[in-house]
């Protein structure tokens, strides 16, 4: 193995989102050593590598493969002494926080852009997870950027590809470098953490069936393992099981219109218990029961609630915490039981260091993440598995739980409109022109509602005492109700408007309404304050969940 140092130059784009640096495929393809400056970039901001341990995959998509043998020859370059890889290339984000935890290694690189689509003319990711697992905080991020603007040259060894597709160990000039089963140490966590002997013997008997679309992506193997192979659900459970690096030519973005063939068989008359899907890198997931769809939100306070329904939380919840959009059902439930509830901005790594204190034991988002302190990432099959678990150890069908859950606690009926791919400049200029509003705000009235507070969202983390300012548009209303306005960082193609609404109902005659009926009074307040329609040119949201 020999190592070079060879020449490049600075990239200015390299400034990574909420979840890495995501460009479309063809950056990458077409930029000469646009992958090499950006994990030179990384390592040469890694202090005491050297000898350390790194885990590498991804979730399968196009350039994976090729990627993925050009980090494993500068890793080894770098002085990294164990690199521990996805058999095939293939991780799911949540078994790479897992072992990045269980190995004590220095962090992980994941090759994804999570639920965005693949293939040539798809997108392209890579992120870096930090020792405990989570998403590289900020001060790794700017860093990486940093270094990506001053950047004059990498290191690579010059070295036959590594055969990523036969488990084994190899050593490389002192270097061990293990081809590992991405599915094994995760099946065992997930064994720890819920009931799989009365799981398995729903699921044999027929008492209890579920259709889980993995949507062509990473999720499909581990699925595969331990839906079908260790807790008994009949073959053809899973569908959609084997990762494409197209996914099929779909959108791997669990939700009612890119899932529809799983929505399909669930609002059919052979309708399973349970339908679940997940995405790209595994981290989201969608949760149906017979012609029932439940919403991210209600999910996470679900889950809060019937925590101890499983052996892994039977002990009881420190804390829960959500991401400001996400809608307030799981307030009530922490309330309920005495815990406190965080408020964060959107992005797993703000979960972080509220998990790491122990303050917290479950988070999520309303961008179908779920998860908990097993790692330092959302986890679309834990969540399932989860559900799972509380369907059986309860008997009842998903829709029973949820509405008796609504009766409990009352319902906040909860919406999320996306307008994809607009103009950067057109999404920021709406941001700006309702930043210019917010003063002016509290105390007017809007048909039914008041506005008790309006605001940028800012946060102060509880633990290192650092704050994270402009997060979204905030306005609280009266009677109980919020309007949410945010720009999201997720995509490589323009930039996607959100707008979140939401409303509780306390009248357990008013909680089987439909959503988009009850909250029409707020969209329609929206589209007045934010015209995003006019601004646009468009007739409506993209995506409606």
């Given amino acids: 193995m020999r190592i070079e140092v060879r020449q490049t130059r600075p990239y200015p784009d390299q400034k990574p989102g909420t979840s890495g640096l995501r460009k479309k495929t063809r950056v990458f393809l077409e930029n000469p050593t646009y992958l090499e400056?950006?994990?030179?970039?990384?390592?040469d901001c890694l202090p005491d590598k050297a000898g350390k341990t790194l885990v590498l995959g991804g979730d399968g998509r196009y350039h994976n493969r090729k990627a993925l043998q050009t980090i494993i020859k500068m890793?080894?370059?770098?002085?990294?002494?164990?690199?521990?890889?996805g058999q095939g290339g293939l991780l799911s984000t949540p078994a790479a926080s897992h072992l990045i935890r269980k190995y004590h290694a220095l962090g992980g690189i994941i090759l994804s852009a999570s639920h965005n689509p693949g293939g040539p003319d798809g997108d392209f990711g890579i992120k870096y997870n930090i020792d405990n697992g989570g998403p590289a905080p900020e001060k790794y991020t700017e860093a990486f950027y940093r270094r990506s603007q001053e950047i004059s040259e990498y290191r690579i060894a010059v070295m036959d590809d590594i055969d990523l597709d036969t488990l084994g160990e190899h050593q490389l000039d002192g270097a061990t470098l293990r081809i590992i089963d991405p599915v094994s140490d995760y099946a065992e966590l997930m064994a720890q953490l819920f009931d799989f002997d009365r799981m398995r013997q729903a699921l044999t008997s027929g008492k209890v069936s579920i259709c889980f679309?993995?949507?062509?992506?990473?999720?499909?193997?581990?699925?595969?393992?331990?839906?079908?192979?260790?807790?008994?659900?009949?073959?053809?459970?899973?569908?959609?099981?084997?990762?494409?690096?197209?996914?099929?030519?779909?959108?791997?973005?669990?939700?009612?219109?890119?899932?529809?063939e799983l929505v399909e068989k669930m609002y059919g008359p052979d309708a399973p218990t349970l339908g679940a899907a997940s995405d790209g890198d595994g981290d989201r997931n969608m949760i149906l029961g017979r012609g029932f769809f439940v919403t991210p939100s209600d999910s996470l306070a679900l889950l809060a609630a019937n925590a101890h329904r499983a052996p892994g939380y039977r002990a009881g919840l420190r804390g829960v915490a959500r991401s400001m959009p996400?809608?307030?059902?799981?307030d009530r439930v922490a309330d309920a039981l005495g815990i406190p509830c965080y408020e964060t901005p959107t992005g797993w790594k703000f979960f972080g260091n509220l998990l790491d204190a122990g303050k917290i034991t479950l988070c999520g988002e309303e961008s179908f993440g779920t998860g908990s302190d097993h790692v330092r990432e959302k986890d679309g099959l834990w969540a399932v598995l989860f559900w799972l678990n509380i369907v059986v150890a309860s008997g009842q069908e998903v829709a029973t739980l949820v509405k008796d859950h609504w009766r409990r606690f009352g319902r906040n009926y909860y919406t999320r409109h996306d307008y994809e791919a607009i103009p950067s400049d057109t999404g920021h200029a709406i941001m700006d022109d309702l930043r210019r509003k917010l003063p002016e705000l509290p105390g007017q009235r809007f048909g039914s509602f008041t506005?008790?507070?309006?605001?940028?969202?800012?946060?102060?983390?509880?633990?290192?005492?650092?704050?994270?300012?402009?997060?979204?548009?905030?306005?609280?209303?009266?009677?109980?109700?919020?309007?949410?306005?945010?720009?999201s960082g997720?995509?490589?193609?323009?930039?996607?408007?959100?707008?979140?609404?939401?409303?509780?109902?306390?009248?357990?005659?008013?909680?089987?309404?439909?959503?988009?009926?009850?909250?029409?009074e707020l969209i329609e307040l929206a589209e007045t304050l934010s015209q995003v329609k006019q601004r646009t040119g468009r007739d409506g949201p993209t995506v409606i969940t």
């Fill in 37 to 43: 400056n950006f994990v030179q970039a990384i390592f």
């Fill in 75 to 85: 890793a080894l370059a770098n002085g990294f002494g164990t690199l521990l890889v």
């Fill in 213 to 260: 679309d993995a949507m062509h992506a990473v999720t499909g193997p581990y699925a595969k393992r331990i839906l079908e192979g260790q807790l008994g659900a009949p073959q053809g459970s899973v569908i959609n099981a084997v990762p494409l690096e197209d996914f099929g030519g779909g959108h791997p973005d669990p939700n009612l219109t890119y899932a529809r």
């Fill in 326 to 330: 996400t809608s307030r059902a799981v």
């Fill in 451 to 487: 506005a008790r507070a309006a605001d940028d969202f800012s946060y102060t983390d509880p633990v290192d005492g650092s704050v994270t300012t402009g997060q979204g548009i905030r306005i609280l209303l009266e009677p109980e109700a919020r309007l949410i306005f945010r720009l």
């Fill in 490 to 520: 997720t995509g490589t193609e323009g930039a996607t408007f959100r707008i979140y609404m939401e409303r509780y109902e306390p009248d357990p005659t008013r909680l089987d309404l439909d959503t988009q009926e009850t909250l029409a």
